[in-house]
């Protein structure tokens, strides 16, 4: 299944328009972007912490396309796709990516890795990454692949497709709710530029926790019998890859206190309304 879609991909990216150096940028900040360059051979190094991924012969242009519906972006020169990975949002937030090679067994032809460093060899002739093999299946764009995916090895292979999720990148946040008056009605927050893949609430011993609803948007803790009531949740949530700030509206119990800690920074009072908080958790 995946070899059809690299051949669908790679019949309409042949077709693909050049991008302005504008409208490149416009694109690049599109949500759900997957970026798509081919290379005629390569190899993966085992190292310390992950491998190489070494491209030969890369393709010229990197194109990108969305997925509601999927349409054709564009596509930009591959040095200039190289120098510009950190305005992309990659440098501090290293997209995943799933590596296609072509004519290989079912036990060897994917595996997902999570990029950084991109370096171009001299006259484009190679391509070479940091690649991490991930811990979790990621979402969005790249979930088709994990799904098939296989365990990374040290090895040469020939043509390939290297798929790299523009899309999204993670963040950790820990709430905590603390409310002392009995007409308390909980808490909770509703995001406007994230989207929960993962949660867990703890709730203070003898905390009369009632409910905790969660939806791909929000999540909400409300006490028991509007009693007074501490807990703390955590959320891993999704962002666009360019995005700096989490965003969206929080709830504080009333009579108690809110705070929030972004990425394991020191937590900081959360009041009721709407928030932006920086991604450095400062």
Same mark, same amino acid.
């Given at each position: 299944?995946?070899?059809?879609?690299?051949? =669908?991909?790679?019949?309409?990216?042949?077709?693909?328009?050049?991008?302005?150096?504008?409208?490149?940028?416009?694109?690049?900040?599109?949500?759900?972007?997957?970026? *798509?360059?081919?290379?005629?051979?390569?190899?993966?190094?085992? #190292?310390?912490?992950?491998?190489?991924?070494?491209?030969?012969?890369?393709?010229?242009? =990197?194109?990108?396309?969305?997925?509601?519906?999927?349409?054709?972006?564009?596509?930009?020169?591959?040095?200039?796709?190289?120098?510009?990975?950190?305005?992309?949002?990659?440098?501090?937030?290293?997209?995943?990516?799933?590596?296609?090679?072509?004519?290989?067994?079912?036990?060897?032809?994917?595996?997902?890795?999570?990029?950084?460093?991109?370096?171009?060899?001299?006259?484009?002739?190679?391509?070479?990454?940091?690649?991490?093999?991930?811990?979790?299946?990621?979402?969005?764009?790249?979930?088709?692949?994990?799904?098939?995916?296989?365990?990374?090895?040290?090895?040469?292979?020939?043509?390939?497709?290297?798929?790299?999720?523009?899309?999204?990148?993670?963040?950790?946040?820990?709430?905590?709710?603390?409310?002392?008056?009995?007409?308390?009605?909980?808490?909770? =927050?509703?995001?406007?530029?994230?989207?929960?893949?993962?949660?867990? =609430?703890?709730?203070?011993? #003898?905390?009369?926790?009632?409910?905790?609803?969660?939806?791909?948007?929000?999540?909400?803790?409300?006490?028991?019998?509007?009693?007074?009531?501490?807990?703390?949740?955590?959320?891993? *949530?999704?962002?666009?890859?360019?995005?700096?700030?989490?965003?969206?509206?929080?709830?504080?119990?009333?009579?108690?206190?809110?705070?929030?800690? *972004?990425?394991?920074?020191?937590?900081?009072?959360?009041?009721?309304?709407?928030?932006?908080?920086?991604?450095?958790?400062?």
């Amino acid at each position: 299944m995946s070899g059809r879609l690299v051949l =669908v991909l790679l019949a309409v990216a042949a077709c693909a328009p050049a991008l302005t150096p504008a409208s490149a940028a416009a694109a690049a900040g599109t949500p759900s972007e997957l970026f *798509v360059l081919t290379a005629g051979s390569g190899r993966l190094v085992q #190292g310390h912490d992950g491998f190489a991924l070494v491209l030969s012969a890369p393709s010229r242009f =990197v194109t990108g396309f969305s997925d509601r519906p999927q349409r054709l972006l564009g596509r930009r020169a591959l040095g200039s796709f190289v120098s510009g990975w950190s305005r992309l949002g990659f440098a501090g937030d290293p997209p995943n990516a799933a590596l296609v090679v072509d004519d290989a067994p079912t036990s060897d032809d994917i595996n997902v890795f999570e990029l950084s460093r991109p370096a171009l060899g001299r006259g484009g002739r190679t391509l070479t990454f940091s690649a991490r093999p991930l811990t979790r299946a990621p979402t969005g764009l790249l979930s088709r692949y994990a799904r098939a995916a296989d365990r990374p090895r040290a090895r040469s292979f020939g043509r390939s497709s290297l798929f790299i999720d523009g899309s999204g990148q993670d963040a950790t946040l820990v709430f905590s709710f603390t409310a002392t008056s009995e007409e308390s009605q909980g808490g909770g =927050v509703t995001f406007s530029n994230a989207t929960i893949f993962d949660s867990d =609430v703890v709730a203070a011993p #003898g905390t009369p926790l009632a409910e905790v609803g969660v939806t791909a948007q929000s999540f909400q803790l409300t006490s028991g019998g509007g009693a007074p009531f501490s807990a703390t949740m955590t959320v891993q *949530v999704e962002l666009d890859g360019g995005a700096s700030n989490v965003q969206g509206t929080a709830i504080v119990p009333g009579g108690g206190t809110g705070t929030v800690a *972004v990425n394991g920074g020191s937590a900081q009072t959360l009041a009721g309304g709407d928030f932006s908080l920086p991604l450095s958790g400062s």
